[in-house]
T-cell receptor
Framework: SAVISQKPSRDICQRGTSLTIQCQVD?????MFWYRQQPGQSLTLIAT?????????ESGFVIDKFPISRPNLTFSTLTVSNMSPEDSSIYLC???????????FGPGTRLTVT | AQSVTQPDIHITVSEGASLELRCNYS??????LFWYVQSPGQGLQLLLK??????LVQGIKGFEAEFKRSQSSFNLRKPSVHWSDAAEYFC??????????FGTGTQLKVEL
């Protein structure tokens, strides 16, 4: 399985500001994903980060709020823009190897918006 | 649409006792099923997966799960629980596409 790191591991931000979360993988992967886990909740897919093209967003998530970059096959960023307290969550990136169906997750970024 | 139900929000077992966590899925075709574990402050770790073939699958840390198509279930079991197994457990399903749909999770507490 791939080794995935995320930065920062946690942050406390003021409302109205933006935070960019980085996800780094130790091997090249085609598929990278971003999930949100709100307090006490399950995981919800935000978007699929496609290398060389625009991210594909799930219903309820928009590019203006959660812009994503995928400059190469080992790295992606998720920005949480114009934050409000409702954005307080754990944000996780995951990867799926070619030909595989399972996903492997990074350690997550715990975001608190005050 | 695919969905997962984990009926038990919290489960408490004594150390050394057996464990079964329930998972029911909804998917129109053959599902790909997974169990993940999340320890406090950690990301998700894949315990085991089912794609096809033998309906009893073995995973890491002594866990196993049984796929029962007739009951749309994929229950997770462990014969003897250790205190370090205390964590949150998530069942997930995909039809082979990108979207992994998770259940709401079961919080396991282990009494010493």
């Amino acid at each position: 399985s791939a080794v995935i790191s995320q930065k920062p591991s946690r942050d406390i931000c003021q409302r109205g500001t933006s935070l960019t979360i980085q996800c780094q993988v130790d091997s090249q992967v085609t598929m990278m994903f971003w999930y949100r886990q709100q307090p006490g909740q399950s995981l919800t897919l935000i978007a699929t980060a496609n290398q060389g093209s625009e991210a594909t967003y799930e219903s309820g998530f928009v590019i203006d709020k959660f812009p994503i970059s995928r400059p190469n096959l080992t790295f992606s960023t998720l920005t949480v823009s114009n934050m409000s307290p409702e954005d307080s969550s754990i944000y996780l990136c995951s990867v799926r190897a070619p030909g595989a169906y399972e996903q492997y997750f990074g350690p997550g970024t715990r975001l608190t918006v005050t | 649409a695919q969905s997962v139900t984990q009926p038990d929000i919290h489960i408490t077992v004594s150390e050394g006792a057996s464990l079964e966590l329930r998972c029911n899925y909804s998917y129109g075709a053959t599902p790909y099923l997974f169990w993940y574990v999340q320890s406090p402050g950690q990301g998700l770790q894949l315990l085991l997966k089912y794609f096809s073939g033998d309906t009893l699958v073995q995973g890491i840390k002594g866990f196993e799960a049984e796929f029962k198509r007739s009951q749309s279930s994929f229950n997770l079991r462990k014969p003897s629980v250790h205190w370090s197994d205390a964590a949150e457990y998530f069942c997930a399903v995909t039809g082979g596409g990108n979207k992994l749909t998770f259940g709401t999770g079961t919080q396991l507490k282990v009494e010493l």
